[in-house]
């Protein structure tokens, strides 16, 4: 399982892991995609592209954007 929190919503869940999930499919798994959030990754900005392991903690940092 990977924990996921989302920063300022309120939201915490968990996510079954699979072989070669990515931190970006981590995101959609939440409703988010990599455009309109930011993810740390066991306390470390990630890149979307990067490997997500079982009993990993994902962080997710909404991008409030505006004009």
């Not at 996921?4 to 996510?15: C, D, H, M, S, T």
């Not at 070669?20 to 470390?44: C, H, P, W, Y």
Request: a negative charge; zero cysteines.
């Amino acid at each position: 399982m990977i924990r996921v929190k989302v920063l300022g919503r309120g939201i915490e869940r968990e996510l079954k892991w699979e072989q070669g999930m990515k931190v970006a499919d981590v995101l959609r798994g939440i409703g988010f995609n990599t455009e309109s959030a930011i993810a740390r990754l066991n306390g470390r900005v990630a890149l979307e592209d990067e490997n997500v392991k079982d009993n990993d903690y994902v962080e997710v940092i909404p991008v409030v954007s505006g004009g």
